[in-house]
Nanobody, 119 residues
Framework: QVQLVESGGGLVQAGGSLNLSCAAS????????MGWYRQAPGKQRELVAA???????NYADSVKGRFTISRDNAKTTVYLQMNSLKPEDTAVYYC?????????????WGKGTLVTVSS
């Protein structure tokens, strides 16, 4: 059983920064995409950023230029550097790891870490 554990959430003032981390409980091989999603109260979960095994990144329009996703394959860890935070970034942030199809294509999710941005 693989567990993903997020850390780095908390309370920050608008304009501040946070760095989220998500580590797998054991090293995984054949990982395809790693990503971060968020869910604000009363809203659906949405993609924030994703990074493929080849390093290609994808960002939600609302975070482009402010957030940066990166990954460490040796540690099966994904990071999200969040700068210039806004109150509308307040949400529970979840990490996601998607395995390559030839490795089973499983999808793993963390339990989430709360980010609160005060105005």
């Amino acid at each position: 059983q693989v567990q993903l554990v997020e850390s780095g959430g908390g309370l920050v003032q608008a304009g501040g920064s946070l760095n989220l981390s998500c580590a797998a409980s054991r090293r995984l091989f054949n990982v395809n995409t790693m990503g971060w999603y968020r869910q604000a109260p009363g809203k659906q979960r949405e993609l924030v950023a994703a990074i493929t095994s080849g390093g290609t990144t994808n960002y939600a329009d609302s975070v482009k230029g402010r957030f940066t996703i990166s990954r460490d394959n040796a540690k099966t860890t994904v990071y999200l550097q969040m700068n210039s935070l806004k109150p509308e970034d307040t949400a529970v942030y979840y990490c996601n790891v998607e395995m390559e199809r030839y490795a089973g294509g499983m999808d793993y999710w963390g339990k989430g870490t709360l980010v609160t941005v005060s105005s």
